[in-house]
């Protein structure tokens, strides 16, 4: 069991950045690879950003690569998720998952432990 609690959301203007972060106990999180997952209000949820245990890899959804940075620190047991260049369509509910598999996942059926979400808004 590893237990997930997001924290860094909130509300920003168009073109600023926040930085999110995923803290993770129970297990350590070098166990897990670790997913950004986000969900507005009446749409799926959708994939962002995923790492692998080490952090030596990661990849992004196109609409938000090269716009955010998924990272880890397992000594701290944080997964963290910065983002910069934001706009109101990346307005949601985000979300971090792990999951004890290897390499990277992007399908959130694959991620057994999730946090409770953390609200991002960006206004115009």
Not at 9 to 23: E, I, T
Not at 34 to 39: A, L
């Amino acid at each position: 069991q590893v237990q997930l609690v997001e924290s860094g959301g909130g509300l920003v203007q168009a073109g600023g950045s926040l930085r999110l972060s995923c803290a993770a106990s129970g297990r350590t999180l070098s166990n897990f690879r670790m997913g950004w997952f986000r969900q507005a209000p009446g749409k799926e949820r959708d994939f962002i950003a995923a790492i692998s245990r080490s952090g030596g890899s990661t990849t992004y959804s196109d609409s938000v690569k090269g716009r955010f940075t998924i990272s880890r620190d397992n000594v701290r047991n944080t997964l963290y998720l910065q983002m910069n260049s934001l706009n109101p369509e990346d307005t949601a509910v985000y979300y971090c998952a792990a999951d004890s598999g290897p390499g990277l996942a992007t399908n959130w059926a694959r991620y057994d432990y999730w946090g409770q979400g953390t609200q991002v808004t960006v206004s115009s």
